[in-house]
């Protein structure tokens, strides 16, 4: 059933919506924190923030599966944390199913995380190791005020089916288990309550490879037979390219290329995703990978370069590069990226 709000004038999370989920301009930034015990160290860094996630505006379908790909540190976590709101926003907008969620508190935030919910990166510190099996995948259900105790425990026992593990782990801990299943009880976890939206936070990357397809094919599945939307956060480009619809590149905090998955992997435009796509290693030992012309490292998301925030990195910096930060806007249909190189004036 719809969620339905009550305070000020009534809203409703009521089907027909699209897209699912809007971000607007999202910002958040990480303020310095400083300690006498640092000495003159204190006054250097007041005032600054961290610029975790810059302005980020994407919007996801129902059913769709919108791929976040990009270097550590680029935001990627931060900006599903946010969306989340595990973290609030420092500015910007998140529009969930029509209704802007960014400042809900109480009991209307927990009725919105009924239906966006998350699967972790570590399967083994995302488990509470005291807890058994069923109490880890029922928590969701106490936390939303169901009180049903034997329908609670009908409703775990089909969703560990449903994940692929059997009634005989209802009982057991978590440490009794693998990896790949106890990452099928965090997705169990994620599931109990039917949400729309899940945010897969590098759900296979601490996994053995042929674990990562059982649990990549069994996140097809789910989203099949239940019409779920994933958010997929990952550095794979190739397991992005597998699960998503399209695919949206980040750095520092910003995005810089978004477009059709198979589009973005064929056609790069953005001089960082090229780079990023050509260090794929391919399987074949004849094969030899392009040369890799970044250069540097990635700058400090206190210190943000001026300009592009690549520029320092980018071998066709131009002086407008160093000025002007550029903006995504479609160079080809369907397909964004933020560089002066395909600016409509060029």
């Not at 880890?136 to 105790?149: M, T």
């Not at 089909?158 to 059997?166: A, D, F």
């Not at 619809?245 to 198979?262: F, K, S």
């Not at 066709?316 to 080809?332: S, T």
Request: proline letters at 7%; aromatic letters at 6%; hydrophobic letters at 35%.
């Amino acid at each position: 059933m719809p969620a339905t709000f009550s305070g000020g004038d009534e809203q409703t999370l009521s089907d027909g919506y699209n897209p699912l989920l809007k971000v607007v301009n999202l910002v958040k930034y990480f303020p310095l924190r400083t300690s006498p015990l640092w000495g003159s160290l204190a006054s250097t860094s007041q005032g600054k923030v961290v610029h975790a996630v810059d302005g980020v505006s994407f919007q996801l379908d129902e059913m769709e599966t919108f791929g976040l790909v990009g270097e550590s540190g680029s935001g990627k976590t931060t900006l599903g944390r946010t969306i989340l709101l595990l973290t609030p926003p420092t500015s910007g907008n998140i529009i969930f199913k029509g209704l802007d969620i960014t400042r809900l508190k109480g009991k209307m935030l927990r009725e919105v995380r009924r239906e966006i919910q998350i699967v972790f990166q570590d399967p083994i510190s995302s488990l509470d190791p005291r807890m058994r099996v069923k109490d880890i995948v029922k928590e969701p259900l106490r936390a939303s005020g169901f009180k049903d105790k034997r329908r609670s425990d009908e409703m775990v026992k089909e969703m560990l089916e449903l994940v692929g593990l059997s009634p005989e782990h209802y009982n057991r801990f978590p440490h009794e288990f693998s990896g790949g299943q106890r990452q099928r009880i965090g997705i169990a976890r994620a599931l109990i309550n039917r949400p729309r939206l899940i945010v897969l936070d590098e759900p296979t990357s601490a996994l053995d490879a042929s674990v990562q397809a059982q649990i990549l094919n069994l996140l097809k599945g789910l989203q099949r037979d239940l019409k779920l939307s994933y958010l997929f956060i990952t550095h794979n480009i190739n397991v992005v390219r597998y699960m998503s619809n399209r695919i949206a590149v980040m750095y520092l905090g910003r995005i810089v290329e978004v477009a059709e998955a198979d589009t973005l992997v064929s056609n790069p435009l953005h001089p960082y995703t090229r780079d990023l796509i050509a260090s794929i290693p391919t399987g074949d030992p004849t094969h030899r990978l392009r040369e890799i012309r970044i250069r540097g490292e990635t700058p400090s998301p206190i210190d943000i370069p001026r300009g592009c925030r690549f520029n320092p990195r980018c071998p066709y910096a131009m002086d407008e590069c160093r000025i002007v930060e550029p903006q995504l806007w479609e160079a080809e249909r369907g397909h964004q990226v933020a560089c002066h190189l395909y600016d409509q004036a060029s």
